[in-house]
Each structure stands twice: as structure tokens, then as C-alpha cells.
Nanobody, 124 residues
Framework: QVQLVESGGGSVQAGGSLRLTCAAPGFTYSVYCMGWFRQAPGKEREGVAGIGSDGSYSYADSVKGRFAVSLEKTNRVALHLQMNDLKPEDSGLYYC?????????????????WGQGTQVTVSS
């Protein structure tokens, strides 16, 4: 059973920063894909950033140059999302997702494991 637990959300002003963390204890697979998704009220869920076991990093165009995704695999398995220069349109519920195979990172329907989400609110 894969469990994903997000943390690090909060409220910031535009231009501020937040760092999200997704704890994934025991998620130690040689082939995987992990990603961050977000959903704002009234909008569809969208992919924000993804990382694959092939070493690839991918980002939505709207966050390139501002967000950075990383995977920690030393003392624990955790997926991080460093978010800088936040904008009001970055607000939403952020989810961590994972799967035990590669492929297209931003297709949410391909991920069987999801966290409960953490809220990010950016005020202007």
C-alpha cells in the first residue's frame, strides 16, 4: 500500500515562496513517475511538475523558471516542490501523485496513488 502525505501549503502574498513536501515512505521502485498536480475551484486538475526514474524533470509552461521539483531518497523518500515568485493564479489544492511505471507525467488518470492535498493560497 503506497501512502502519500503532502505538507507545506499555506497563504502567502504574490512574489512569495512556499516549499511543498510529499512523504512517500517505502516508495522505492526502480521505475516510477511522481508528480505534483493542482486544482483551483471551478477549474480542471492540471499537472504542475513531474519527475521520472529516467532522471527527467518536467514542468507546466506556467511554472517554468519559478518552480523546482526534486526527489529526496536518502533517509526517506520525499517529493518536494519549491515554489518561488508565486502568483495568485498559482492558488489551489496541490496534490502529490505516484505510479510504479514511467510514461507521460501530466496525465493524472495514469496515477493510482494520490495524497490528500495541501492548500496553497496566493493573495495579490
Amino acid at each position: 500500500q503506497v501512502q502519500l502525505v503532502e505538507s507545506g501549503g499555506g497563504s502567502v502574498q504574490a512574489g512569495g515562496s512556499l516549499r511543498l513536501t510529499c512523504a512517500a515512505p517505502g516508495f522505492t521502485y526502480s521505475v516510477y513517475c511522481m508528480g505534483w498536480f493542482r486544482q483551483a475551484p471551478g477549474k480542471e486538475r492540471e499537472g504542475v511538475a513531474g519527475i521520472g526514474s529516467d532522471g527527467s524533470y518536467s514542468y507546466a509552461d506556467s511554472v517554468k523558471g519559478r518552480f523546482a521539483v526534486s526527489l529526496e531518497k536518502t533517509n526517506r523518500v520525499a517529493l518536494h516542490l519549491q515554489m518561488n515568485d508565486l502568483k495568485p493564479e498559482d492558488s489551489g489544492l496541490y496534490y502529490c501523485a505516484a505510479r510504479k511505471y514511467g510514461g507521460v507525467w501530466n496525465d493524472g488518470s495514469k496515477y493510482p496513488y494520490w495524497g490528500q492535498g495541501t492548500q496553497v493560497t496566493v493573495s495579490s
